[in-house]
């Protein structure tokens, strides 16, 4: 495949409406010999349907979490690459790291989580999934975005699936399904029970959230209550433990 040398040489991709994934857009190495990186280039509003596509994949059902994020004011720069970007966001699977395996490293936003007595012997996230890519907002033309794909499989290090129905370690069916609670959605959540606010108020607020990804039913809203409740017992006991210091 040819490598591209200036995204002007790459044509805008627009699929028909509607949420669409990485595989209905085509792929062109951009960079040098020594360095490139698989992008596209498709209108900025139409961000959120390829992410939502992203999501829906049949066999690596996921969210993706934003780990970076940087922002520019439009004529901050006198000179600029034809990729400069005015608004960069780092998407990872959430079910990557925190471990990649033994020798692995842990992303700087995963260094601390909350630990609780009970956890699974297979955390349903943070299972090293290595899958992310960066959307750009063009700095020379915000109307579009630069999606720089560093890595489209959903494996871990070692190469091997690492969640879905491709990974053969997961405990049943409900570990390949169950959505992984975003840092937002968690923080947010944490807040409401810092301020007291009546728990089905939090749960309802918490499910919210969380629809945002995935459709509601009755086993989704049982598993919002019981977090919700745990999360609580785990502030509360912190708290406590705080106050005997």
Known sequence: MEIVQSIDDISVQDPPEGEFSSANLKWTKFGTEEHHDNVAKIPYDRVDDFIFGECSNVEFPTQFHIERGRKRRRGSLKEYKCDEYLEYKLYWCSFGPENYGEG??????????????????????????????????????????????????????????????????????????????????????????????????????????????????????????????????????????????
Request: glycine share 8%; net charge positive.
């Open 104 to 245: 692995g490293d842990i992303l700087p936003s995963r260094r601390y989580r909350l630990n609780t007595r009970n956890r699974a012997a297979r955390p349903q996230s943070m299972r090293g999934c290595t899958c992310h890519f960066v959307v750009k907002r063009l700095y020379a033309c915000p109307s579009l975005a630069l999606i720089i794909y560093n890595e489209r499989h959903h494996v871990n290090k070692s190469g091997f699936p690492c969640h879905g129905v491709l990974d053969r370690d997961a405990i049943g069916p409900g570990a390949k399904k169950i959505p992984y609670i975003g840092t937002e959605i968690q923080q947010q959540t944490m807040s409401m029970i810092y301020l007291g606010i009546p728990e089905e108020n939090v749960v309802q607020n918490h499910l919210e959230g969380i629809q945002r990804y995935c459709d509601a039913d009755a086993k989704l809203s049982k598993m919002a209550s019981q977090y919700v409740q745990k999360l609580g017992m785990v502030i509360k006991r912190s708290t406590h433990e705080l106050d005997l210091g």
